[in-house]
């Protein structure tokens, strides 16, 4: 093994480790009990985030990727934050993974569409494009991901992507072919929704 000088670690306090942790935003792994409705204590950035559960949202051991429990999702999940998801006009990283149990319902993977205006986005699937992704961005600009991207029965890694003024998707760590321009403001300083939208009226059981 090749042993470091002292001075080649950054040592950040008492943590020695990514020198851009304290960027990070929010940090879920949901690993927890069948059946538990913990709304706090499960984000691991420095936000310490907590969540608001609706009526049948639970961690669940019926489908995981890493550990005991994943987060099933019946309605929305709602992730309130004061500042974290106004990304401004750098580059950012929006990225979970899912497993869908059924596309015969719309929904939102991700949602801060709740009022009009340059900064709403949302990512969402409509039941009349079947594992076909589309993202809003900057109010209602638009572009999609290949048809079909995802699928249900299966674990899907997604990634919502800004570099460089770019934005594109990832699925399973391939890009997708359609990408769009977007220096502007992206975000905002508002509550984000998981497996909703934030208005309701749409949904679909997933993890």
């Known amino acids: 093994m090749k042993k470091l000088p002292l001075d080649y670690i950054k040592t950040f306090g008492s943590t020695v480790g990514d020198t851009h942790f304290s960027k990070v935003t ?6 927890g009990s069948d059946g538990d409705t913990t709304t706090s204590g499960l984000d691991a950035s420095n936000k310490n985030l907590t969540l608001t559960y609706n009526t049948g949202d639970q961690l669940s051991n019926t489908q995981k990727k890493f550990g005991a429990t994943s987060l099933y999702v019946a309605d929305n999940v ?31 993977m991700f949602d801060q569409w709740d ?79 998981f497996g909703d939208q934030h208005g309701g009226g749409a949904g679909a059981p997933q993890y």
């Open 26 to 31: 929010a940090m879920f792994n949901f690993d």
């Open 78 to 108: 709602i992730l309130s934050s004061s500042d974290g998801f106004n990304m401004g006009t750098g580059d950012f990283t929006l990225e979970a993974w899912f497993y869908f149990t059924s596309f015969a319902n719309s929904f939102a």
């Open 115 to 193: 009022s009009s205006g340059s900064t709403r986005n949302q990512l969402w699937h409509s039941t009349a494009n079947d594992g076909k992704l589309t993202w809003y961005y900057a109010g209602t600009s638009v572009f999609h991901s290949a048809n079909p991207a995802v699928s249900t029965g299966a674990w899907t890694h997604i990634a919502l992507v800004r570099y460089s003024g770019t934005l594109k998707m990832y699925i399973n760590g391939t890009a997708e072919s359609d990408t769009a321009s977007h220096s502007g403001q992206f975000g905002r300083s508002h509550t984000m929704y």
